[in-house]
C-alpha cells in the first residue's frame, strides 16, 4: 500500500485534541498467544466478488483522519494493521492476504458518503471498516448496497442496519440498559447533571439513554445540558456544577474536554462523588496531562482493562509492537477496538467459503451466537441478535488517587438489564 490520502501505511501524527470527540519485517511468522487461527486453507482461487482476487482481499478503512473525530484514527488504525499483520503473517485467510484501501472522511457526513462511494466504485473493496461519527453519512448507501461494514458504533444507525455489526453499541431508539445507573448508584450517585456536545445527534442519543439509566436506578437527573464551542468554559461550568449540588456528573462528550471540567469543578469546590466519562477517557496520556487532578474519576469500558493479565493482551502488545510501532503508548482505547473490529472481520471471512460473497459474509456473522474477541470483550456477544441492541456489559476502572495510573473497579464486568424507553 501506498503513503497517499487513499493508500495507507499509519502516520505518526501528534495528539489531537478536538472540541468533541509499516509492517515490522519479521524472519519468519510472529506466533502470538490467545489468536487462534483464521483459516486453515491455504488454497485460494479467482472469484467475482469485488475485492476478492487469488492472493487478496481488499477492504476499505473508512476513519476520520482530520477533524472533530481525528483523535480516534492513528490507534484505530494501528490496532487493524497489528491484528491484520498477526494474520497476514499466518497465512491470511483460505491463502489470501488481507490489505485496506483507506479514505479520511474529514469528519463530515457528506465527505463519509463521497468516500464510501468511492471506494465501492474506484477501489472496488469487498467491505467495510469504519471509525467515524459520521457513519450516518453513508450507512443508506451501504446497507442498500449490500456492503459489510465493521467498526465501532458512534451514531444509531449501527443498531439499525443488519449490514453493519460493531462490538460496542451504546445508542438505540426505545432501548436503554441499567449499567449506568446501577454503577453510579453502587458509588453512591444520587443527583446528576449530564453534560452533552451541542448539535449533536449521537450525544444527545447516549445522554438520553444515560438518563433513562439514571432514572431506572433512582437517580435524580438535576439537569441534562449542552455544551457549545461558545459556551465550553470550565470554569464557568465548574460553578454551575457546584451550584446545583450534584454529586454525580455524567459526560456524553468527548473525555477530554470532560476531564478539563472535572479539574475546573473541583478547583471551584464542587464535591463531586462520581464523575462518569466515556471510553476515551481510559488513556495513559490523560494522566500525563491530569494527574491528581483527575483522581476518582471513572470510565467505562466496552473492552477489558489493559490492566487484566490476558494471553491476548500479550499477543495484542507483541503484534502492536512488530506492525504498529509507531503508536505510543500501545495500550489505548482506539488501538483495542481496532485490533477487535479487525478481527470480527477475519472472524467473518474465515465462515465463508473459498469465494466469498458479500450476502454469505453478512449472513455467516450475523449467524455468530458467541463472540468475545478472544476475552477482549466484557462478555460474549451474541451477534445473530444484536441488531437494535445496547451492549449489556462494560468494565469500569477509575484513576487512582495520585493520578498515575487506572484500577479496576471491579474484577469482573458489570452487567445490566434491558430497559424500554418512550422514544
Known amino acids: 500500500m501506498q503513503d497517499s ?16 470527540v509499516v509492517a515490522a519485517l519479521l524472519g519468519g511468522a510472529l506466533v502470538l498467544a490467545g489468536c487462534s487461527p483464521v483459516s486453515e486453507s491455504t488454497t485460494s482461487q479467482a472469484c467475482d466478488t469485488p475485492g476478492i482476487t487469488a492472493g487478496e482481499v481488499r477492504l476499505g478503512l473508512l476513519i476520520s483522519e482530520s ?54 466504485s474506484t477501489d472496488e473493496v469487498f467491505g467495510i471498516v ?36 460493531s462490538f460496542t453499541n451504546m445508542m438505540a431508539k426505545n432501548s436503554s440498559v441499567s449499567i449506568w445507573g446501577d454503577f453510579v448508584a453502587a458509588q453512591g450517585g444520587r443527583r446528576a447533571l449530564i453534560l452533552r456536545h451541542a448539535s449533536s445527534a449521537a450525544s444527545d442519543i447516549l445522554a438520553t439513554r444515560m438518563s433513562d439509566s439514571l432514572q431506572a436506578a433512582g437517580v435524580a437527573i438535576l439537569g441534562n445540558d449542552e455544551i457549545s464551542a461558545l459556551t465550553l ?23 477530554e474536554n470532560s476531564y478539563r471540567i472535572v479539574a475546573a469543578a473541583r478547583a471551584a469546590g464542587a464535591a463531586i462523588r462520581v464523575a462518569l466519562v466515556p471510553p476515551d477517557g481510559y488513556d495513559p496520556r490523560a494522566l500525563h496531562d491530569w494527574g491528581s487532578a483527575i483522581a476518582g474519576t471513572y470510565s467505562y469500558l466496552p473492552i477489558t ?18 506492525y504498529a510501532p509507531q503508536l ?14 479487525a ?26 451466537q458467541a463472540y468475545d474477541a478472544e476475552g477482549l470483550l466484557p462478555a460474549s456477544l451474541n451477534i445473530s441478535t444484536s441488531v437494535g441492541e445496547i451492549i449489556r456489559c462494560l468494565h469500569f476502572v477509575q484513576v487512582a488517587p495520585d493520578g498515575t495510573h487506572f484500577a479496576q473497579v471491579t474484577p469482573t464486568p458489570l452487567c445490566g438489564r434491558r430497559l424500554a424507553t418512550d422514544d
Open 5 to 20: 490520502p487513499q493508500r495507507g501505511v499509519v502516520k505518526i501524527s501528534k495528539r489531537r485534541r478536538p472540541f468533541f
Open 67 to 120: 477533524g472533530a473525530g481525528a483523535s480516534m484514527a492513528q490507534p484505530f488504525r494501528a490496532g487493524v494493521d497489528a491484528r491484520l499483520g498477526v494474520a497476514n503473517a499466518a497465512g491470511g485467510v483460505h491463502g489470501r492476504r488481507v490489505t485496506y484501501v483507506w479514505r479520511d472522511d474529514e469528519s463530515a457526513s457528506a465527505v463519509n458518503l463521497a468516500s464510501a462511494r468511492d471506494l465501492l
Open 130 to 165: 469504519e471509525a467515524s461519527a459520521e457513519a450516518y453519512g453513508s450507512s443508506a448507501l451501504l446497507h442498500d448496497s449490500g456492503i459489510p461494514v465493521v467498526g465501532i458504533a458512534l451514531d444509531p444507525t449501527w443498531a439499525s442496519n443488519d449490514n453493519m455489526f
Open 233 to 255: 468554559v470550565p470554569a464557568v461550568i465548574g460553578e454551575r456544577i457546584k451550584a446545583t449540588a450534584a454529586d454525580t456528573v455524567v459526560f456524553a462528550m468527548d473525555a
Open 305 to 322: 482493562p489493559f490492566e487484566v493479565s490476558t494471553p491476548v493482551y500479550r499477543g495484542f502488545f507483541n503484534a502492536m509492537a512488530a
Open 328 to 341: 505510543q503508548p500501545p495500550n489505548q482505547t482506539f488501538a483495542a477496538e481496532g485490533w477487535i473490529a
Open 343 to 368: 478481527d470480527m472481520y477475519l472472524r467473518g471471512l474465515a465462515m465463508v467459503g473459498g469465494c466469498p460473497t458479500r450476502a454469505e459474509f453478512i449472513s455467516g456473522l450475523r449467524s455468530v
